[in-house]
């Protein structure tokens, strides 16, 4: 590994340990076993470095609720059913102690004190509402209309983010993906009823 990898595996780790507000230049360098000049030359900055490094961590907890063909379990893509199995996997990566979704909060929280990292999470948002979609229906990323994107991408994220709240504050009363199945069955149902 180079000196650019060895700092991004470094920042992961220091963001895991210290969140992104407490971790510093030197812990990351200390962590990869670099020198100080190797972030600014590869990253830009270290707010840059550790925005990737998050984005990185993101990634990597998402192939654990990955499911873009048919599950083992038999659900359908566009299903409650799916939406329910694609949720309970989600919350699973939540309900750690250490759980990573946890550093969203951190952002959402400390923004304007990290506009680095806000701004090159936010771009990266949008690629994860692209993701997300075919989690629940089926298909590839790469066919995701960018209309999707800005509504039923946005619609996930939302929830996503409402959920990440809710178990980083209080895992014991969070939504479960039982109760958020059930919630979007009542809702599909009174749509149904309404003129």
């Known amino acids: 590994m180079g000196h650019r990898e060895d700092l991004l595996e470094g920042a992961k780790r220091c963001l895991l340990a210290k969140g992104f507000v407490r971790t510093t ?39 654990h609720f990955d499911a873009t063909e048919e599950s083992t379990t038999g659900t359908r893509p566009g299903s409650t059913d799916r939406f329910q199995e694609v949720w309970r996997n989600i919350i699973a990566t939540m309900s750690g102690p250490d ?11 400390m923004g ?8 090159h999470l936010a771009a990266a948002q949008r690629e994860g509402a692209r993701g997300i979609i ?8 790469a066919d995701v209309a960018e209309g999707d994107v800005d509504t039923l991408g946005k619609f996930y994220m939302t929830l996503m983010m409402g959920l ?28 149904g009823e309404t003129p």
């Open 25 to 63: 230049a030197r812990d990351i360098v200390k962590e990869s076993g670099t020198n100080l000049a190797s972030i600014g030359y590869h990253y830009g900055s270290k707010d840059a470095l550790l925005a990737e490094a998050y984005v990185g961590l993101v990634e990597g907890v998402s192939d």
């Open 164 to 191: 990440i709240a809710q178990w980083t504050f209080d895992p014991a009363t969070a939504t479960r993906a039982e109760e958020l199945a059930e919630g979007l069955r009542r809702v599909m149902k009174a749509a």
């Open 112 to 119: 304007d004190q990290l506009p680095a990292v806000r701004d």
């Open 134 to 141: 075919p989690m629940f229906m089926g298909g590839e990323e």
């Open 99 to 109: 759980s990573l979704w946890r550093l969203s909060m951190e952002i959402v929280v």
